[in-house]
């Protein structure tokens, strides 16, 4: 294996550092956003270092949103809710 192959091997496994703005916000949390001016909820899938990759609930998976994004969007920590 190359040294450029270890290398991105070694970074695609290092644990992700999550912000402090991503803390609230751990894997299976439901959350509600905003995303083209339309109100979403969903359930985090996984959290990266800014944002979480957000799967869409099933109230939302029929909308064209959803259908395009393949029911998965990924949003920023600061424009993330918990819902309630």
Known sequence: MSETANQNSARNNAPIEIS?????????????FIFHRHHFSGIVEKQLKNSAIIDF??????S?????????????????????
Not at 21 to 27: D, E, I, T
Not at 64 to 84: F, R
């Open 20 to 32: 402090k703005l991503g803390q609230p916000f751990k894997k299976d949390t439901h959350v509600v």
């Open 57 to 62: 609930d099933q109230k939302f998976s029929q």
């Open 64 to 84: 064209n949103t959803a259908q395009e994004l393949k029911q998965k969007v990924v949003i920023s920590y600061s424009k993330l809710k918990l819902a309630k």
